[in-house]
């Protein structure tokens, strides 16, 4: 016959070698960080704004990582991303003053609806590069301000 002791403490050690093992196994989460994004220039304070994030020079201005719709009602405007891992990012944002889902441009592609890019990166023609736009995101919350033209 078996001595109860002996029962419990090999039930013990089971039991600590299989939980010691279960916590061990899983993953170390990486600290999510928030990225507000400040914009001002909105003029006329009317429409929406769309604020895009592109997470690769890949996929910038094709697929977007994350995105957000938000109505403009003053000249300013902030809008918050949540849950951001650690990278590099370059947000796009396009003003539709008039509310008709598209950009306006203005005559010769200038004057029209507002656009703005992160680190307000301004090209000379088109559109400023992944790299002008480019900006990194670590475990800390980061604010990052744009203006639009």
């Known amino acids: 016959m078996s001595h109860p002791g ?3 403490r090999l039930l013990f050690s089971v039991m600590f070698v299989l939980m010691t093992g279960l916590f061990i196994s899983f993953p170390v989460h990486a600290q ?16 929406t ?4 994030l592109f997470n690769s020079k890949e996929d910038y201005m094709k697929t977007p990582f994350l995105q957000q719709a938000s109505p403009v009602e003053n000249n300013t405007l902030s809008v918050e991303f ?3 891992v650690d990278g590099d990012y370059a947000i796009v944002v396009v ?3 008039n509310g008709n889902d598209k950009l306006d ?3 010769l592609g200038f004057g029209g609806e507002g656009i703005g890019y992160s680190n ?4 000379w023609w088109g559109r400023p590069s992944y790299e002008a736009a480019r900006f990194t995101v670590g475990t800390e919350d980061l604010s990052v301000n744009i203006t639009l033209e």
């Open 6 to 8: 002996k029962c419990n």
């Open 32 to 47: 999510l960080a928030t990225l507000t994004v400040n914009l001002q220039g909105l003029e006329p304070p009317t429409g």
């Open 49 to 52: 704004v769309e604020v895009t």
């Open 82 to 84: 949540a849950g951001i």
């Open 95 to 97: 003003h539709d003053e």
């Open 105 to 107: 441009n203005g005559f």
């Open 120 to 123: 307000d990166a301004a090209p």
